[in-house]
């Protein structure tokens, strides 16, 4: 494989496949933060 | 007998003469002191330096068989560097110290980190074009995700004979940016963006889902890019056992005793790989040049990706917090704060630089692992 056809590859599969994958990982995490929410401490009676 | 006694003393001055005879041992001589008063006197990521420091002192010592077969440093790195095991080791100490509390209070910042690492591959391109083979130009590059045990792990994996510049440029760069990345900042931003004034991070992060966190991302990172794999579940191993609670005796190793450990016989490792005649060549002074550019290209890429949240909503995000989506932790998010600060003195920025510098964090592991499955689907690497 040429130099010009791996950079761009690398550029546009590496960068790109980052930030999807970022990009996943957040809307994972922020629909688990929604599913378990911090709940305040029971005060004892 | 006067033979023998002269033979006897010559054995003694050889080293000098041999020393006398290449210049470059000399040379990398004194670089191993410069290394050695940057980690002791300036107190530049000195776990490092001085251990990489030492061992590149003696190695550059003539006729000495510390990396030769059956060398002590050449057991230790057969051990750890060519089985890339020790920078996985540190990567569980990583995760056991790591808090990502602030990026799961706002996951939007996983996508700072992520804009974080465009200067490993605009540095890759810069690598192809200077004429470096394909899989060279893939370790200086990840010299830009500004993590160090992610460097050393995928250059001993691809180019073990770049290992000693790509590692001395990762860490140094990583104690320079404190001073590399405030002028790149201001140059980038209005004096009027730089003073905005952000709201503090109030939502709190439950225990289940700190737990749930490490879990999910090996999975998840694991099934897109399995490659990486052991980068990632190594960072995450040693975040479960720190949330978990549970375990705390091996949280405290992984932190303390194993990163120690593994610190001093990886800086030496190192160290060792710095013999003059491999490194003081055109090609080091190159890899220096891009390891500098790629961390630039960094902090160019999240403060312009700052700059684009600023605008995405409606002016109410500090683009300066663009520049804390590197993997320097927490050195990073202290940068922003101080360069915050000093244009407004009611911002407060640390909580949300902190968030985008632990998405740096798992930004640089996810780059390498993306990297590693991407270069393995080519079919360039098994």
Redesign the interface.
Known sequence: MDNVTFGITMLICGMGGTILTLWIMSLVMRFLGRLFPEKPEKKEA | MAEAVINGLSGLVIGFQMLAMDWRNAIMLIVGFVLLYLGIKKDCEPLLLVPIGFGCILVNIPLTDVMGEDGFIRVIYNAGIATELFPLLIFIGIGAMTDFGP??AQ?????L???G??G???T??LA??LGFE?LE??SIGIIGACDGPTAIYVTSKFAPHLLGAVSVAAYSYMSLVPIIQPPIMRLLTTKKEREIVMKPVA????K??KL??PL??TI??GL??PKGLPLLGTIMLGNLMKESGVVSRLTKASENEIANVTTLFLGLCIGATMVGSAFVRAETLIILCLGFIAICLDTVCGVCFGKLMRVATGGKFNPLIGAAGISAFPMAARVVQKEGSKWNKKSYLLMHAMGANA?GQ??SV??AA??L???A??G?IP
């Open positions: 990026v799961l996951p939007s910042t996983f996508l980190g992520a804009a690492q465009f490993i591959f605009l890759l391109l192809l074009a394909q130009a893939v939502r709190p992060v439950s289940t889902t749930l966190f999910v991302i998840l990172g897109i890019a998405g798992i930004g996810v780059a993306v990297m499955s991407v270069l689907g080519m360039i």
